[in-house]
């Protein structure tokens, strides 16, 4: 029962699916299938060297490669790989189906990213699957690999088409292709360009003889991708004006607060005026009233002489 909800559980909760797959292990570890539903859990978690080491006991007791490009993808999750890359030129390697042969292939070439043989990687890749007319159940996942591995050794114009391959090919969003168009869009030189490179790319898919009739044709998605590469310019010269304006509001209002600090200024030093006037002229009449004082005592003096 832990091992039929390992199954059902493992694309929706992987968590959850790793708990029974883990209990299933200790109520019968010498079964593969047991161990192999641990190693898969486990890699979907990210639990790496569990992984790693439950998909070996499974190809131990059951014979074959196994899983080998998750076995080589946790090697190199864990910082080996050289490792990765040794299971791909591995005796096992020549005895997996197309599919996996494929998967490790796109495993492989991370590692060589990761020990810094870009081009190797790119190399590696150019293999008879990597065929933009097939539709294959691996096609858009070995299409995107190869175009982020151009990507990374500058070759951005071939990247954009292979994307574009990717993009077409993936019913399933299984990558962010389509993003990853909108980020190189703009470098190489906006909605023009882009229509080019599309309309190469879908030449590509469709074959020569096709071409005088569906080259012309660009996918809604690139021309929506267009369409949003000229909105986002205008909503950038949008802005800019909005930014001018707002800079035009703020030195206006920094003008005003001066005029009005200014005329603040000059009120104030016309209330010190009016008040030191008020000031002097009750000082000049104390004085004229002292002194009309002292005339008057002066002339009672004299009469009284």
């Known amino acids: 029962m832990h091992l039929i909800a390992a199954g059902q559980l493992i694309d ?28 898969l859990a486990a890699y979907l978690t990210g639990e790496w060297n569990e ?33 990765a890359v ?16 494929v998967e490790l292939r796109i495993v492989a070439a991370g590692a060589r990213r990761d020990l810094g043989e870009i081009e190797a990687s790119v190399v590696s890749l150019q293999i008879a699957e990597l065929d933009p007319k097939l539709q294959e159940p691996w096609s858009a996942r070995l299409f995107y690999a190869y175009a982020d591995n151009l990507a990374a050794a500058g070759r ?15 019913d399933e969003d299984e990558t962010d292709a389509p993003d990853r168009l909108e980020e190189l869009a703009e470098k190489l030189g906006g909605p023009d360009a882009v229509e ?80 030191d006037k008020i000031a002097d002229d009750a000082t000049a009449d104390v004085k004229a009233t002292e002194k009309a004082a002292d005339a008057d005592n002066a002339g009672g003096g004299a009469r009284a002489q």
């Open 156 to 170: 951005e114009r071939e990247a954009f088409t292979w994307f574009v391959h990717a993009a077409n090919a993936d």
């Open 12 to 39: 929706s909760e992987p968590e959850r699916s790793l708990e029974h797959a883990r209990y299933a292990r200790q109520r019968a570890p010498r079964i593969p299938s047991v161990r192999e539903a641990n190693g």
């Open 86 to 101: 040794e299971l791909s030129r591995s005796e096992e390697a020549t005895q997996l189906d197309q599919e996996d042969s």
């Open 196 to 275: 080019e490179l599309v309309t190469e790319a879908e030449a590509a898919e469709i074959g020569d003889d096709d071409f005088d009739d569906d080259a012309a044709e660009v996918d809604d998605d690139f021309d929506e991708l267009d369409e949003k590469l000229e909105e986002e310019a205008g909503s950038e010269a949008a802005a800019d004006d909005e930014t001018a304006d707002n800079e035009a509001a703020d030195n206006e209002t920094a003008d005003d607060k001066a005029v009005d600090d200014e005329a603040a200024d000059d009120k104030i030093a016309d209330d010190k005026i009016a008040d």
């Open 51 to 83: 992984a790693l080491s439950e998909l070996r006991a499974a190809r131990r007791m059951a014979g074959g490669p196994g899983h080998l490009a998750i076995m080589a993808d946790c090697e190199r999750a864990m910082g080996r790989p050289e490792r």
